[in-house]
């Protein structure tokens, strides 16, 4: 370790660790950690902006004597590797905002870094070894990752200018674009004027090329002013297609959908592979959000199938409630998803069935308690929608315990240029 001004680090850069960040470890200078005055003992450093292998000078963020780690941001490369690039959004860079912590990695070796979290976290958590292999969304290989968001929300600076807030800060960053913004939102001028500071902005641009809408603190902003009219518009309609067939969805412009354009198709369509065939079959979609998956499954369900859709959220069980009028395969249910799945949608509710299950958790997971109830209907197959490695490793050891296996497992580059990434795994009874 080399200490200099302003809490400076040289550091030898090790593996990549969930979170967007890679480790490394503060060196014993003479006994003593020149950064604090105290004795470091190998401290553990989670640095952003770097790579594997890379030898950086790095600025401490967060280096309170007493912490179990610290948190740091390459700032100069003395040693590059040789899966980094220039940037594709400076902005983003030490200092910046955050939601592009791997712009400045290629777009493989995002990929690759991905993957290895993918599989560490099973190895760590599940016990399982896995290899994993990220896959590209179709298009963002062409467009160099960017271009890929169909919704963005943004933050109005004390100026009035439209930006985002830098990492583990309320700080607003001013910007003068959003390279991961569709082409569509680009074109809405969100940073070619001056807002109510403090304001929060959401950007809607349906991948379909349906009509765009902008949110002003939850208010739609139409002709330069906010719309506050009763019957002003607040939702947008999402268009996609899976085996040759096309849904449309109408969404409520601030509510849950897939932020990637491909990610509805490509989501949608492993799902459905994953589970195989289930015509005949119930089905039960478990934080089902506006029936993204649900609409497909009742096509695949057939006449003679059912699903059965859960949803915590009230506005979204409404979007799939206009989503859903003209099937009758479709049984919604409002409510958190543990308390359903105990049987208490209502008094008179008969005992849920299931032959397969399909769940799509929060970034938490679904947890041991969803997975005790869901293990409790003995379905055949699961397929489990994650978003978060650590979480569904944590619940694939969970089934396992319940004694379901895992069969098959895709990823997915749904946010490239983050660490995010997507995955879909199925269980075998």
């Known amino acids: 370790m080399r200490s200099g001004s302003g809490g400076l680090v040289e550091l030898e850069i090790g593996r990549v660790a969930h979170g967007g960040h890679c480790v490394a470890r503060l060196a014993v200078d003479d006994g003593a950690d020149q950064t604090s005055g105290g004795k470091p003992g190998g401290r553990v450093v989670f640095v952003r902006h770097t790579l594997p292998g890379e030898r950086v000078l790095a600025r401490l963020t967060d280096s309170a004597p007493d912490s179990t780690f610290w948190r740091a941001d390459a700032i ?118 001056t807002w109510r500071a403090g304001s929060h902005l959401e950007a809607v641009a349906p991948a379909n090329g349906g009509t765009p809408i902008i949110l002003v603190d939850g208010v739609p902003f139409a002709g330069g002013t906010a719309d ?84 915590g959220d009230a506005r979204a069980v409404a979007d799939a409630r206009r989503n859903s009028h003209d099937r009758s395969n479709i049984e919604l249910h409002h409510g958190e998803v543990a308390r359903v799945l105990a049987g208490t949608i209502d008094a008179d509710s008969d005992v849920i069935h299931a032959d397969a299950v399909v769940l799509d958790p929060p970034r938490s997971g679904a947890g041991r308690k ?52 997507e995955c879909v795994a199925v269980f075998e009874r």
């Open 76 to 193: 100069e490369i003395l040693e590059a590797s040789p899966d980094r690039v220039p940037s594709a959004w400076p902005a983003a860079g030490p200092g910046g905002v955050g939601g592009a912590e791997l712009a400045h990695v290629a777009l493989g070796a995002q990929r690759r870094w991905k993957a290895s979290v993918v599989a560490e976290q099973l190895l760590r958590l599940a016990k399982i070894e896995r290899e994993v292999v990220v896959e590209a969304a179709p298009g963002d290989d062409e467009r160099g990752g960017l271009g890929w968001r169909t919704r963005i929300d943004l933050v109005a600076d004390g100026s009035g200018r439209a930006g985002m807030r830098g990492i583990r800060s309320h700080d607003a960053h001013a910007l003068t674009d959003m390279p991961l913004a569709s082409e569509a939102i680009a074109s809405l001028g969100l940073f070619d004027r």
């Open 228 to 311: 506050t009219r009763p019957n002003a518009r607040t939702s947008v309609r999402e268009t996609f297609e899976v085996d040759g067939r096309e849904y449309t969805f109408r969404v409520a412009a601030d509510g849950f959908w897939q932020v990637h354009r491909e990610a509805p198709s490509v989501l949608t369509g492993a799902v459905l592979a994953g589970l195989g065939d289930v015509d005949g079959a119930t089905v039960l979609d478990l934080y089902a959000g506006a029936g993204l998956f649900t609409l497909p499954l009742a096509d695949a369900v057939g006449p003679t199938g059912e699903v059965v859709s859960v949803e």
């Open 370 to 421: 969803v997975i005790a109830s869901i293990a409790e209907l003995r379905p055949e197959r699961i397929v489990y929608v994650a978003c978060d490695p650590a979480a569904l490793a944590r619940d694939v050891s969970y089934l396992a315990e319940a004694g379901y296996a895992l069969r098959g497992l895709r990823a997915f580059d749904l946010f490239p240029m983050t660490h995010h990434v």
